[in-house]
């Protein structure tokens, strides 16, 4: 397998007529988080949405583990090892948490059990019996964090997994991010909180119109401080 787990060259990407992405160039070794940071209408969430092939049109390059995908359909790119976690959770709402988790296909060999699971997210075993509507914002993230683990997928996309939670929620999920790491996962975060994505990344992106318009390393935070503010205002 490829050292570098996702390398995207040259991607531009559509919503019908609209053309949202222009040439967007960056790449993520096996085992990196890193962050695709902007504001609102940068273009970050369509980024994951064109990784996967839910855009109308796309070209450029994308390697997953070093195989080209920018023509494969959504079914055999999930298959390659990613799992998606959409800013809208997509949890089954007349479900159970439990029989959410259940529901999910393994697309990839070392998808976590429901004993692991629970040990990652405590609310889960609690609310376990709960159906979809019954559970918090917080517990819904978590549940849609939890699913794509049982998958067996290793290249995490996490869109937006704080907003609107409680910082009790926010510094739990820190944890799970960083327990995830430490397991070897490999993640994206786009997210409009830096305080909690600053610790975690390796790297950071930053994404304005449709491209990559600076790259941060974690050690370069300090002195390219003024210049993450210009872009978004923190």
């Not at 996702?6 to 890193?34: A, M, P, Q, R, T």
């Not at 796309?58 to 976690?85: D, F, N, Q």
């Not at 849609?144 to 999920?173: C, Y």
Request: proline residues 3%; negative net charge.
């Amino acid at each position: 397998m490829s050292s570098v787990a996702l390398k995207v060259e040259g991607l531009e990407s559509w919503y019908g007529e609209s053309h949202i992405l222009h040439g967007v160039d960056f790449s993520v070794n096996n085992g990196e988080v890193v962050t695709l940071l902007g504001r609102n209408g940068a273009g970050r969430s369509t980024i994951l949405k064109t990784i996967l092939g839910l855009t109308s049109k796309r070209k450029g390059s994308i390697r997953i583990y070093g195989e080209e995908t920018i023509a494969m359909p959504t079914y055999r790119v999930a298959r390659l090892g990613i799992g998606y976690c959409p800013e809208e959770r997509g949890i089954f709402a007349s479900l159970s948490a439990e029989e959410n988790l259940l529901l999910l296909p393994e697309i990839a060999a070392g998808g976590m059990g429901l004993d692991e699971i629970y040990e990652m997210f405590p609310n889960l075993y609690d609310r376990r019996n709960s159906p979809g509507t019954r559970l918090s914002g917080g517990e819904q993230q978590m549940l849609a964090m939890a699913r794509i683990l049982r998958t067996g997928a290793k290249l995490l996309l996490l869109d937006e997994i704080t907003e609107g939670l409680a910082p009790v929620i926010v510094e739990k999920l820190a944890e799970v991010v960083s327990s995830l790491r430490s397991k070897g996962f490999t993640i994206i975060l786009v997210e409009q909180n830096f305080r909690f994505a600053a610790p975690l990344a390796d790297r950071h992106y930053v994404v304005e119109h449709g491209r990559v318009v600076e790259v941060v390393e974690q050690r370069e935070l300090a002195e390219k401080a003024a210049l993450l503010n210009e872009y978004l205002g923190i």
